[in-house]
């Protein structure tokens, strides 16, 4: 017993010492994007996209909605077998808008795709700089602050956002 205390205190030690060895610093990614010119002209032409693509569905949505309000108004003088039919092209647009929505908005989606390719050559870049700082001052991580839900304080001390930038060739 006495012996696997030792080995349990020894082994502590050793955990505090390589955990103490370790280095991290923060990044804040929003006020990096912010400072990059390209970022913003990239939220333009997805806030350009989004509207075009919620025009389109809002013009399908209000083809469905004439498509109801004329079968409202013509629903006691149909024959069963025109509700049925007119009933189903109504579900059918519902469909079409339904799936144009997932087309346009959904996770793999146009949007997310444009996104994503706008976005890699500023995040490639972003992460190469990153990885160039931590190389350089033995970063063991280098954190988002954004992202790391968990970090309730950082030091100003080992934010490296600055740097970041610098690697860049963005002024702060």
Do not use: C, H, W
């Not at 806030?47 to 409202?72: C, G």
């Not at 870049?125 to 991580?141: C, T």
Request: aromatic share 10%; charged share 30%; net charge negative.
């Amino acid at each position: 017993m006495m012996k696997r205390s030792i080995l349990l205190l020894m082994l502590v030690f050793v955990v505090g010492i390589t955990a103490s060895a370790q280095k991290f610093a923060f990044i804040d990614m929003e006020y990096i994007y912010d400072a990059i010119p390209a970022y913003e002209q990239i939220n333009e032409q997805l806030d350009q996209a989004t509207e075009k693509y919620q025009k389109e569905v809002q013009a399908k949505m209000e083809e469905i909605k004439k498509l109801y309000d004329d079968y409202q108004a013509k629903a006691n003088t149909l024959k069963e077998n025109q509700k049925t039919e007119r009933e189903n092209a109504i579900i059918a647009k519902e469909k079409e808008v339904s799936d144009l929505r997932r087309t346009y908005f959904g996770p793999e989606g146009e949007l997310f795709k444009m996104r994503e390719n706008l976005m890699r050559p500023i995040d490639d870049a972003i992460y190469n700089a990153v990885k160039e700082i931590a190389q350089q001052r033995d970063y063991s991580a280098i954190i988002d602050r954004g992202s790391a839900v968990s970090v309730i304080f950082a030091s100003p001390d080992i934010d490296v956002s600055n740097q970041v930038l610098a690697k860049l060739g963005y002024s702060n």
